[in-house]
């Protein structure tokens, strides 16, 4: 009983950053800093609404495997990130104009 | 050596996931995870007998919390960017300096700032990363790699070198 409020505690949060996470995306200027809405609140909150299904189903098959899977978004989310915002400056997305520094581009100019 | 190390891995993994000790599983995880090993287990960076390095162990077994812990704060750091009206966002790119050395190091250093505040790593050239912050503190290299990695590399160091 204490593990299920434990568990509904966390997927309530987890929503919740998710939530953030899409309301950042719709209102932040550009691809980078709509990665960092996309890498940083919806993988932590799909990691916490995982947790919450381990904390209700403890140590069976189905909450090892939420366990496993958080393990796996929070170690392939950040690369996926990493690989995405690469392409698009490698691509020629430029930055928001109210961006104060790219020093990728100019490193990238003076090679 | 290091196959046998990997299979080991594989071998653990895939009774977790599939947790069942039926035979039908077992020798099906084991045919699977010796294939997996034959097929790309050149392409593993790690030293698989770091893995099973006691002192290692503990210190990832620290790293873990801790990065939760910062993980956490970033959430609510960013959270609080996109609900304010004015929407705070001050983002460039800039470059910090690791001392890391081994690619795992540098993998996982790379993929612990982009989980953390408002940081996202854009690209590694040897011992330089380029991150894309939300918010830029700080004037030059130093005291870019102070804020950003600076938290990081210390523990880091003694899991992976």
Known sequence: MFWDTVGYIFIVVGVVFDLLGCVGLVRLPDVY??????????TLGTAFLLFGVFFIYGFSALGIKA?????FVLISSPT?????????????????????????AED???? | MKAIGEFIILFALWLLLTWSLAPAQVIAGAIVSALTVGLVGDIF??????AFNPVRIFWMLVYIPYLIWYIVLANL???????????????????IKTSLTTDM????LANSITLTPGTLTVDIKGDELYVHW??????????????IAGRFEPILRRIFE
Do not use: M
Not at chain 1, 108 to 111: D, I, M, P, Y
Not at chain 2, 45 to 50: E, I, Y
Not at chain 2, 134 to 142: E, N, P, T
């Open chain 2, 105 to 108: 190091a540098k993998t996982f």
């Open chain 1, 80 to 104: 996926g990130a990493h690989a995405l915002a690469r392409g698009s400056h490698k691509g020629g997305v430029k930055l928001w104009e109210g961006s104060v520094i790219d020093l990728y």
């Open chain 2, 77 to 95: 750091d960013v959270a609080y960017r996109v609900i304010h009206p004015d929407l705070p966002i001050r983002p460039g790119i800039v470059k």
């Open chain 2, 45 to 50: 960076l790690f030293k698989v007998g770091r």
């Open chain 2, 134 to 147: 939300i918010y830029v503190r700080g004037k030059d290299v130093k005291e870019w790699t102070e804020h």
């Open chain 1, 67 to 71: 366990l496993l899977c958080a393990l």
């Open chain 1, 33 to 42: 800093n709509r990665l960092q809405a996309a890498t940083k609140c919806v």
């Open chain 1, 108 to 111: 990238s100019e003076n090679k």
